[in-house]
């Protein structure tokens, strides 16, 4: 069983930054899975917003968010993290970490940001800009 927790988020002005953390249970991740970013605001569907591969090497942003999000992994703290600049108001959502470790995320060599194909999840985080 794939456990997902995540922290980091907070209140924070328009224009500043927060990193996010998703500490994820300890499991080998198998080549082709994917770890990915979520948001969610209230009566609006979950949006991707970043993924990246099981090894690191693919990386794959929403729009909205290219240039100022960077999803990063830690294998040996067994953690996935979002870091996220020049934040907006728009930006405001409950942030969740989501992973996939059987392949079912991968389009060609990159996560997609569908959230269909995953299968663990985490319980959120919020993120406030104002």
């Known amino acids: 069983q794939v456990q997902l927790v995540e922290s980091g988020g907070g209140s924070v002005q328009a224009g500043g930054s927060l990193r996010l953390f998703c500490v994820t249970s300890?499991?080998?991740?198998?080549?082709?899975?994917?770890l990915n970013w979520f948001r969610q605001v209230p009566g609006k569907e979950r949006e991707g917003v970043a993924g990246i591969d099981s090894d690191g090497d693919e990386e794959n942003y929403a729009d909205s968010v290219k240039g100022r999000f960077t999803i990063s992994q830690d294998k040996a703290k067994n953690t996935l993290y979002l870091e996220m600049n020049n934040l907006t108001p728009e930006d405001t959502a409950t942030y969740y970490c989501?992973?996939?470790?059987?392949?079912?995320?991968?389009?060609?060599?990159?996560?997609?940001?569908?959230?269909?194909?995953?299968?663990?999840w985490g319980q959120g985080t919020q993120v406030t800009v104002s």
């Open positions: 300890k499991y080998t991740y198998p080549p082709g899975g994917c």
């Open positions: 989501a992973a996939d470790p059987w392949g079912g995320a991968r389009f060609g060599s990159t996560c997609t940001l569908a959230p269909k194909p995953f299968g663990f």
